[in-house]
């Protein structure tokens, strides 16, 4: 049993996407936190329903989900509506989290990616991961392709990218950076690279995953990891 964690995070607008993509064609275990920040406040969830009772009905679409774009522009301008928001989403997005990372346990892989956003900004996940891998370009390209990609100006952009630790920031707590600055082919060639070490790894981090069950208070599953290794 040599299964570990591995943080995946970048920057807004940095080519996260196109590195996830290269991993996911390579047959790696991949957990997307984002897709599951969606799920977790679909309507009838738990967060789903505290969410309106502190935001309101007003970031409602027709269809009763929520309005991502509505209440990002709420919690972009008032950091305590996002401390907020991440206080009733994040124990969800964890638990679900967790019942991957058994799932890909369960089935043998080598390792597993965690594809966090925010990895860095948070800081309290990173502790849980043997590596940490950041999706770099430098920032003129950043802004560049923000501008390009979301139809913003140069004072949008700056402002989106300035919400954010900086690259260069999270370049120096990275274990590993894959440097999207170039093209699609040089990007891919520093992931297959980075897949092959991470391949030749044999780190053994069940205590870490059972400290994240006891953080999630999944302690069924925690029960679960420890009959495994006692048996």
Known sequence: STMFLVGLSGGIASGKSTVVAVLRELGCAVIDADLIAREVVQPHSKAHQ??????????????????????????????????????????????????????????????????????????????????TVLVYCDPPAQRARLMRRNGLDAAAADARIGSQLPLEEKRRWATHVIDNSGDRESTRRQVLRLHARLEDSLHFLWARLAAGAALAGLGGLLFLLLRHFSS
């Open 50 to 131: 505290q969410i309106l009772q502190h935001f309101g009905t007003g970031i409602l679409l027709e269809n009763g989900e929520i309005n991502r774009e509505a209440l990002g522009n709420i919690i972009f301008s008032q950091p305590e509506k996002r401390r907020l928001l991440n206080s009733i989403t994040h124990p969800e997005i964890l638990k679900e989290m967790l019942k991957q990372i058994l799932k890909y346990f369960v089935l043998g892989y080598r390792y597993v990616i965690l594809d966090i956003p925010l990895l860095f900004e948070t800081r309290g996940l990173t502790k849980f991961m043997k590596y």
